[in-house]
């Protein structure tokens, strides 16, 4: 009986150390990384605009101006996240989750309804406020769950913004596979899986994300995890690329393979639970070893010295008062002016600017401007890929894979900008604004591919423009927050994506649609006809752009020339511990006191007069 009541006891204790666990897995830091990369991996539909695209334009008998008028709308949605940063510095990110669910939801909910003609045919800027609200859920989601994750990991903050927007770039993948397993080829689907999706992984996890205490750990042991999740992330793109050429060299896949490719799909996204279980495994051993063998501890009792002299500081002298000077009175305002003056002056590079201060910036004006001209380019040939296949005759199968691959390398730029930007800043004080100054100019050559359209070129171009586009991302939040400091990252994080839409707008709308347009009237000798074919129907949209976009590089080498001093420092320092202080810390027990025992007996006094 008495063994018996043993092996209950021992279970009982068996059982009470694994919940134990599984409560410190799910509070911790790493299950909240794990979070985070589902939602991103949900939150990129805004990439996939140009596979369902072609249905909105036909069911809605739109003109190509007008379908670029919505995807302008849809990207304003995307990026222009002012108002989800205002929220989240009063509110606790679970607030911002929520809200973005309830507006990714009803948005393409709306528009799915329109599509398939369950709703009356609604008007065009009905159709944009639609779009524009789905997709300004994604700006909601980015500000409640990356900025989040960097506040969490400050000291490696490039490679958490590449890993996070890695997962946003590869979404468009993802969700291509999820929907050919649940709906088969009907792209008018992918808009309902687009919209209760999204919405379900946030809620799911709305209280895992949450800003915790900052650890200062060794620099090798808050980076390894994340080189775990990189490893992943590479086999999941690597398999979604297999899966592209595949499906691209067979006709047609059975509904039963697609299931099973997007099983393997979901396996290598919850694959990364693997790492975080074993990282608070290792964090509970360490515990309990704590807990067990407690440093030991001796104390050393001190005779004070028999004659001791207490020497007072000699009083101090009267000091004279000065004269108050007679306030002038030809300027009354003073006071205000020097307030005012002090708002708008910002400080040094790296601390933590006001909203204010980081607005009026040059650093933020030069970077905004260099974003317009990058970042609009590459969107626009991302959003327009579906009648850029069309033009130069390529079939429709091949424009999902012109999507698939822009999807992948997209996620390879955000991926490597991220890791690279962050060990080139590490080991060679490589300064990020001059990595973004080399993405746009590599940019521009994918842009040339398209506008002169030779065969088989659109193909490069998907992997150069997608590969740009996603490298720009992670360089241009962490130079804003290297730059502008932390404290209101959630607002300035926001604003520097408000710079897409405005050069989508400028070149999409005005400059590649309106082109379109007219190429596609004088091939159908003045007859109003939404469809062109042939080179010249984008060539001289994107030679314009071409050009913009060396404009901004050369805009970006002013900010590489300004903050080159700023980057050759250690910018990090304040939010790392060495390795060599972290051990010091773990033996601080015993340390100190052998430190003392060695000392002389005349020594040990001054210490024990400094303890007291």
């Not at 790493?30 to 939602?39: G, N, S, T």
């Not at 590649?512 to 939404?530: C, F, P, R």
């Not at 773990?586 to 007291?612: F, I, M």
Request: hydrophobic residues 45%; glycine residues 8%; contains cysteine.
């Amino acid at each position: 009986m008495v063994f018996a009541g043993g092996n209950s006891a021992g279970s009982g204790v068996a059982a009470s150390e694994a919940f134990g666990f599984a409560g410190q897995v799910v509070r911790g830091r790493w299950f909240m990384v794990f979070a985070c990369f589902l939602i991103m991996s949900a939150s990129g539909a805004t990439y996939i605009f140009s596979i369902y695209s072609q249905d909105i334009k036909s069911s809605l008998g739109y003109d190509q101006q007008t379908l670029n008028t919505l995807s302008f709308f849809k990207d304003l949605g995307a990026n222009v996240g002012i108002l989800s940063g205002l929220i989240n510095e009063v509110t606790p990110p679970w607030v911002v989750l929520s809200l973005g669910s309830a507006m990714n939801l009803f948005g393409y909910l709306m528009i799915y309804l329109a599509i398939t003609g369950r709703l009356a045919r609604p008007a065009a800027w009905q159709m944009c406020v639609y779009i524009c609200v789905g997709a300004n859920s994604q700006s909601f989601t980015n500000t409640g769950a990356l900025v989040t994750c960097v506040k969490n990991f400050p000291d490696s903050r490039g490679i958490v913004l590449g890993l996070l927007k890695g997962f946003v770039g590869l979404s468009g993948a993802i969700f291509t596979q999820l929907y050919l397993a649940f709906y088969g080829h009907d792209s008018k689907s992918l808009v309902l899986l687009v919209a209760w999706l999204p919405a379900a992984i946030s809620i799911f996890f709305v209280h895992t994300i949450r800003i915790m205490e900052v650890v200062k750990k060794a620099a090798k042991e808050n980076t390894k995890p994340f080189y775990c999740f990189l490893y992943i992330s590479l086999a999941l793109a690597a398999y979604l690329m297999v899966l592209i050429i595949v499906q691209q060299k067979r006709v047609t896949f059975s509904h039963s393979e697609y299931s099973v490719s997007a099983a393997v799909v979901i396996f290598l996204l919850f694959l990364p639970l693997g790492v975080v279980v074993k990282e608070e495994l290792r964090l509970w051993r360490q515990k309990k070893e704590a807990l067990s063998n407690p440093p030991p501890m001796s104390i050393t009792v001190e005779k004070p010295p028999m004659a001791a002299t207490i020497e007072l500081p000699p009083p101090p002298l009267p000091q004279q008062q000065p004269e108050p000077t007679p306030r002038s009175p030809e300027k009354p305002n003073s006071p205000h002016v020097s307030r005012i003056a002090r708002a708008f002056k910002a400080p040094n590079r790296g601390e933590d600017y006001t909203i204010l201060q980081a607005l009026v910036s040059l650093d933020m004006i030069i970077l905004f401007f260099a974003t317009i001209c990058g970042v609009g380019g590459t969107l626009t040939a991302i959003d327009n890929m579906g009648q850029i296949g069309q033009s130069l005759g390529y079939p429709a199968r091949s424009v999902n894979t012109f999507v698939s691959l822009i999807s992948i390398w997209n996620y390879m730029g955000r991926v490597a900008s991220g890791f690279l930007s962050e060990i080139l800043l590490a080991r060679y004080k490589f300064p990020r604004p001059l990595m973004l100054s080399i993405v746009l100019l590599l940019s521009c050559v994918g842009h040339l591919l398209i506008a002169f359209g030779t065969p088989g070129s659109l193909y490069f171009s998907s992997v150069i423009i997608g590969f740009c586009f996603g490298a720009q991302w992670p360089l241009l939040f962490a130079i804003i927050s290297e730059i502008f400091g932390l404290k209101y990252y959630s607002t300035l994080y926001n604003f520097g994506g408000v710079a897409s839409p405005i050069g989508l707008y400028i070149l999409n709308v005005k400059v590649a649609g309106y082109l379109y347009d007219l190429e596609a009237a004088k091939q159908n000798h003045g007859v109003k006809e939404s469809t062109c074919i042939g080179t010249h129907c984008f060539k001289l949209a994107f030679l314009i752009i071409a050009a913009v976009t060396v404009a901004g590089t050369l805009v970006s080498l002013i900010l590489v020339w300004r903050t080159w001093n700023f980057y050759q420092s250690d910018i990090y320092s304040k939010f790392r511990a060495d390795t060599a202080d972290t051990a010091e810390e773990e033996k601080a027990g015993t340390s100190l006191v052998a430190k003392k025992e060695d000392r002389p007996s005349d020594e040990k006094n001054k210490v024990g007069d400094d303890d007291k």
